[in-house]
């Protein structure tokens, strides 16, 4: 299961930090990433992790302000936002897979085969 939150409403250049509180993995060899939807538009891969190594993917708009890292427990992932702006507003989702090998087509939504229930990120200009 996974559980998202740290959502809100930030001014444009502010920042946030998401949460993915992860439960019912027993193992320590998969990818969670963060996703998000805008509406009106598909959704996007903003980052991903690997549980073991940590091995990290970013997309590309949200490169040097978007960090996502996992606590040492691996039962959190958390995404820091930074210098946010308001083409970042969206539901923000995490995801989990456990099949493949952690690699840049999990900045899409196809390999997901768990999900949250998103939180709201609205950025105002």
């Known amino acids: 299961q996974l559980v998202e939150s740290g959502g809100g409403l930030v001014e444009t250049g502010g920042s946030l930090r998401l949460s993915c509180r992860i439960s019912?993995?027993?193992?320590?060899?998969?990818?969670v990433g963060w996703l998000r939807q805008a509406p009106g538009k598909e959704r996007e891969g903003v980052a991903c992790?690997?549980?073991?190594?940590?091995?990290?993917y970013y997309g590309d708009s949200v490169k040097g302000r978007f960090t996502i890292s996992r606590e040492n427990n691996r039962r959190t992932v958390y995404l820091q936002m930074n210098n946010l702006k308001p083409e970042d507003t969206a539901v923000y989702y995490c995801?989990?897979?456990?099949?493949?090998?952690?690699?840049?087509?999990?900045?899409?939504?196809?390999?997901?085969?768990?999900w949250g229930q998103g939180t709201q990120v609205t950025v105002s200009s």
């Open positions: 995801a989990a897979d456990v099949d493949l090998i952690t690699s840049t087509f999990h900045l899409t939504s196809a390999p997901y085969e768990t």
């Open positions: 019912g993995y027993t193992i320590n060899d998969y990818t």
């Open positions: 992790i690997n549980m073991n190594d940590r091995t990290t």
